[in-house]
């Protein structure tokens, strides 16, 4: 149970990107605001602030969720995944986010960090999704500069790099 302090705010615990954190919040503030303006996490993009865009997509227990329609209270012991955690431990760029690098699949990068969380969470659950389910994944953002090309072929690539990793035997 969420502790209120003193002045009406709720002191929320939770798991980010693997480890404890916290930090407070007023009653109706967002998810979104929560994590930019007392966590500090700038990779939390906002752009409609009313869970059109996908800018703000991130992950709550492994589901993919618009941080934007989210109160931060209810993530009181719950996990939530940002952008960070694809990064291997030295910082280094994962295969999806090498791979979108590799396709100039951003410009701009306000849309990225939110596909990347929506493409990492449907690729868990369809390892091996053909161009029309990516380009249905991909329909849930919206992409001001790049006309999704680059993205539907990053994934492209993932998927075929990975199912041919999983092949070879150990
Ligand atoms: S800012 Fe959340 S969906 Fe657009
Ligand atoms: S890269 Fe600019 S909005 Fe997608």
């Not at 209120?4 to 404890?20: A, H």
């Not at 295969?95 to 868990?124: N, P, V």
């Amino acid at each position: 149970m969420p502790q209120v302090t003193s002045d009406g705010r709720t002191l929320i615990n939770f798991i980010l990107n693997g480890k404890p954190a916290s930090g407070q919040a007023e009653p109706r503030m967002l998810l979104s605001d929560f994590l930019r303006q007392v966590a500090g996490l700038t990779e939390v993009h906002v752009g409609c602030e009313h869970g059109i865009c996908g800018a703000c997509t991130l992950r709550i227990d492994g589901e993919p969720a618009r941080s934007c329609l989210t109160f931060a209270v209810q993530i009181e012991g719950r996990r939530v995944d940002t952008v960070q955690s694809l990064l291997g431990p030295r910082g280094e760029l994962n295969d999806l986010q090498a791979a979108f690098r590799k396709h100039h699949s951003l410009q701009c990068g306000y849309c990225t960090t939110g596909i990347l969380m929506s493409a990492t969470a449907f690729l868990e659950k369809n390892p091996n999704p053909g161009e029309e389910e990516i380009r249905d994944m991909l329909s849930g953002h919206i992409c001001r500069c790049t006309g999704y090309v680059g993205m539907v072929r990053a994934i492209k690539e993932v998927v075929a790099s990975r199912s041919a990793k999983s092949k070879v035997p150990a």
